[in-house]
């Protein structure tokens, strides 16, 4: 029997400072799965030299690929390398962010247990990545329970293994270019009462750089994302 075939996907913004050791940190995870697995890391048009730094690394890490797009976006990035996981035939895909937040080491208790869930997704846990985007996935929380009548518990997590032809039914109710894609997938999961695997992770700050997204973004974002919201609960309804 094949290996089963796992794609780390990340998407990754000005993160020059970062890419090198999360490079080192992951593609351990993808060697140890099989050699037909990969590591991919998606530059979103990045305004310094995190592409350049991460083209430059793929013959040290054989099973890493280096991939580059317009900005579009975290959301957006994200439902660019499902589809392109998908695509290249990828049995599992796992998502998480390039900026040194997440814990290789944390992996391996979803892969352990992906036989037994549709998706397994994180929950941070003593979270040091600043109490204004606490406040945002509690605000966040608190929107869904209102709109879905669903309460997840870490929706907008980036840490998720996804099995390849459950994430195929999630992207076709998930909109083009939607920012909170993985948002949107939690609730799928959740209202349609799918296995979910949950389990604790740490939550580090970030190695280097600046987060990317500011409060005033934020604020912009929700209120588009509440309209968004209750037209998605109108289709998953039907």
């Not at 099989?34 to 030299?49: F, H, Q, T, V």
């Not at 350049?52 to 690394?57: A, D, G, H, P, Y």
């Not at 296995?195 to 409060?215: D, H």
């Not at 604020?219 to 509440?226: N, R, S, T, Y």
Request: aromatic share 12%; net charge positive; proline share 3%.
């Amino acid at each position: 029997m094949k290996p089963d075939k796992l794609y780390i996907v990340m998407p990754a913004y000005n993160e020059q400072d970062n890419i090198i050791s999360v490079i080192e940190q992951w593609h351990p995870i993808v060697e140890k799965v099989g050699s037909e697995s990969r590591l991919i890391i998606y530059n979103d048009g990045s305004k310094d030299a995190t592409y350049e730094v991460m083209k430059s690394l793929e013959e040290k890490f054989p099973q890493f690929i280096a991939k580059t797009k317009t900005n579009s976006g975290h959301g957006s990035t994200c439902l660019y390398a499902y589809n392109d996981a998908i695509n290249a035939g990828a049995d599992y895909v796992f998502q998480t962010d390039s900026d040194g937040q997440t814990d290789p080491d944390e992996f391996w208790a979803f892969w352990d247990q992906r036989e037994n869930y549709d998706i397994g997704i994180g929950i941070r846990k003593e979270r040091q990545d600043g109490t204004s985007r606490v406040f945002v996935t509690r605000v966040l929380r608190i929107v869904i329970r209102i709109t879905f009548g669903v309460d997840v518990k870490d929706a907008n997590t980036p840490f998720r293994l996804m099995k390849r032809e459950k994430l195929k039914e999630y992207l076709k109710i998930v909109p083009k270019d939607f920012f909170l894609s993985n948002v949107i997938i939690a609730v799928i999961a959740v209202k349609q009462k799918q296995k979910i695997f949950w389990e604790q992770i740490t939550f580090k700050p970030r190695q280097a750089g600046v987060n990317s997204i500011n409060l005033k973004r934020i604020f912009k974002i929700g209120i588009q994302a509440v309209k968004d919201f209750r037209s998605i609960n109108k289709q998953l309804s039907k």
